[in-house]
Structure formats: C-alpha cells, structure tokens
C-alpha cells in the first residue's frame, strides 16, 4: 500500500503548525506508559506538534520518559492517580489551540475519569480518535456521539473486541464471529470512523471498509493499541479524513510490527519496537 502524497511530500516553506497539533489525554498512576507511547507514536507519524495530558503527579516522572520534542500539560487527579472532572477547566483551555484530540490510553475506570471523558465528548469541537478506557466511558453513553456530530463530525473509536462487546452490549463471540457486520454497524448508527482491531483489523465507515492484512501475533501485547491512537491522530492532524487516517494507520502499526517480528522474534516484540519500525515502514510505503 502506497501512502498518499499529503503525507510523504511536504512543501519546503511548511511549518509544524501545518502537520497539527495533537493533544493526547492520557495515562494514570498505574498506567503512565500508555500516554508516552501513543504521544511518541504520533511525532514518529508526522504530527508536527504533540501535548500530553496527565495526572500532574506523573509529570516529573514521565518528563523523564518522554520524547524530548513532546510537550507536557500537568491537569488534576483524582486520590487514586486518575485525571479528575476538575481538570475540564483547563483541557479547555488549550483544546482551542490545538487540531486533533487522542483520548483513553491508560485513563483508568475511575468515576471522575470516566465523567472527564464523557464531558469532553459531548463538548469539544475537535477531530477525536477516542480508545482505551476512553470507550468503556462511553459504554451506555453512545448518544452523546449522537449529539454532537454537528459540532464534531470527525470521530474515530478504536475498539478491541471486548470494549466493542460492552459499547454494543453484546457478547464477545458475538463480535468475533460478525466483526465485520458490528463494525459497520458502530459506524453507520452513530456516525463515526471505526477500528476493530485484532486478526485483520477492520476499518469502516457509514460508507468504505478495509480489511488489513499486516500485523502478527506478537503485536498482542501491552501498549500496542496506544501507539495505534497516536498514529491515527497524527494522519487526521496532517489533513486525511478519518476513514484514510484509520485505514493508513492500521495498514502501517501492522507493518511495522512485522518488521519489528524480524528482528525481535514474535514473542519478544514490545510495542515500543512497533514504534522503532514506524520510519522503515513508512520508507516501504513511499
């Protein structure tokens, strides 16, 4: 699959401002590698700017971790390390500067958490790739999708079949024996972009759908499904609509976990060996 100009031909009198400014909301006390994996993953796919929200009390640890060219926005937490409701004040804040929203990646479950998430939904007006914990918040929610497609009509959810399980209030098997079918569905009844992922991932839309055929066992591994919300959010932030984002996306993780296979073996490979692979991937597809 060859990439589209928009993303390997850049006008050589661009600025970052031009590649976008993603802002991820992200990570907890538990799961502070969730957040700096997709932020990373989104400046390797060509975001041009990278913020990333986090429990403040994680901001001095994870300055340390992060790629130096990401930038950090410490916001307020819950006792239990999670981002709290309070922080909505001040999300809002830089959310009118920026382009693109990655929302979920290790978030936690905690109530507060959960009605951030459900807040933001349903009142940002921001292109939002929105995973993780992020859809367990929604499970129950999924009209607020609804209500706001006017103000929002550019959505992506990243489901695993267990989070597509509980947003659609069905079965696990259910899902893996029709994913095809609960993809579309998610898609066309709530309006959005739609990445279930797993053994040929399926991207879909109330109108197009891809099937990848990259990836391999080894990619099932902790932080995996992070590094794809950075990627995604970085395509939208570069100008593709969010069907090509998901569906470039997808088809390059995948890639890039098998050239990663290569080198690491199956079980071996991490998701940040994903990441290491995301430039040989790009350069397989130019």
Same mark, same amino acid.
């Given at each position: 699959?060859?990439?589209?100009?928009?993303?390997?031909?850049?006008?050589?009198?661009?600025?970052?401002?031009?590649?976008?400014?993603?802002?991820?909301?992200?990570?907890?006390?538990?799961?502070?590698?969730?957040? !700096?994996?997709?932020?990373?993953?989104?400046?390797?796919?060509?975001?041009?700017?990278?913020? *990333?929200?986090?429990?403040?009390?994680?901001?001095?640890?994870?300055?340390?971790?992060?790629?130096?060219?990401?930038?950090?926005? @410490?916001?307020?937490?819950?006792?239990?390390?999670? *981002?709290? *409701?309070?922080?909505?004040?001040?999300?809002?804040?830089?959310?009118?500067?920026?382009?693109?929203?990655?929302? =979920?990646?290790?978030?936690?479950?905690?109530?507060?958490?959960?009605?951030?998430?459900?807040? %933001?939904?349903?009142?940002?007006?921001? @292109?939002?790739?929105?995973? &993780?914990?992020?859809?367990?918040?929604?499970? =129950?929610?999924?009209?607020? %999708?609804?209500?706001?497609?006017?103000?929002?009509?550019?959505?992506?959810?990243?489901?695993?079949?267990?989070?597509?399980?509980?947003?659609?209030?069905?079965?696990?098997?259910?899902?893996?024996?029709?994913?095809?079918?609960?993809?579309?569905?998610?898609?066309?009844? #709530?309006? !959005?972009?739609?990445? %279930?992922?797993?053994?040929?991932?399926?991207?879909?839309?109330?109108?197009?759908? #891809?099937?990848?055929?990259?990836?391999?066992?080894?990619?099932?591994?902790? =932080?995996?499904?992070?590094?794809?919300?950075?990627?995604?959010?970085?395509?939208?932030?570069?100008?593709?609509?969010?069907?090509?984002? &998901?569906? #470039?996306?997808?088809?390059?993780?995948? %890639?890039?976990?098998?050239?990663?296979?290569?080198?690491?073996?199956?079980?071996?490979?991490?998701?940040?060996?994903?990441?290491?692979?995301?430039?040989?991937?790009?350069?397989?597809?130019?």
């Amino acid at each position: 699959m060859r990439l589209p100009t928009r993303l390997l031909r850049r006008n050589p009198g661009a600025h970052k401002g031009d590649f976008g400014h993603v802002f991820i909301l992200a990570g907890s006390s538990r799961y502070s590698g969730a957040a !700096v994996l997709s932020a990373e993953a989104a400046m390797r796919c060509g975001a041009g700017l990278v913020t *990333l929200g986090i429990p403040k009390s994680l901001n001095n640890a994870v300055i340390k971790i992060k790629p130096k060219e990401v930038m950090t926005l @410490p916001l307020p937490q819950t006792k239990e390390g999670t *981002l709290s *409701l309070a922080a909505i004040k001040k999300i809002k804040g830089l959310i009118k500067n920026i382009d693109i929203v990655g929302i =979920g990646p290790g978030l936690g479950q905690d109530k507060s958490t959960q009605k951030l998430v459900r807040k %933001l939904v349903s009142t940002v007006n921001k @292109p939002m790739v929105i995973d &993780a914990d992020a859809l367990n918040a929604l499970a =129950g929610h999924l009209n607020l %999708l609804l209500t706001t497609y006017d103000l929002r009509p550019t959505t992506v959810l990243t489901p695993h079949p267990g989070e597509m399980a509980r947003l659609l209030g069905v079965r696990i098997n259910a899902v893996q024996s029709r994913r095809k079918d609960f993809a579309q569905k998610l898609a066309k009844d #709530y309006k !959005v972009g739609v990445v %279930l992922k797993g053994h040929n991932t399926i991207v879909a839309d109330s109108r197009n759908l #891809y099937i990848n055929k990259t990836g391999n066992p080894g990619m099932a591994t902790a =932080g995996s499904g992070d590094v794809l919300t950075g990627m995604i959010a970085a395509f939208l932030g570069q100008g593709l609509d969010r069907f090509n984002a &998901a569906k #470039y996306a997808v088809h390059l993780h995948g %890639l890039a976990g098998d050239l990663a296979k290569k080198e690491k073996t199956e079980i071996s490979l991490i998701a940040s060996d994903i990441i290491d692979k995301i430039p040989e991937a790009i350069k397989k597809c130019s």
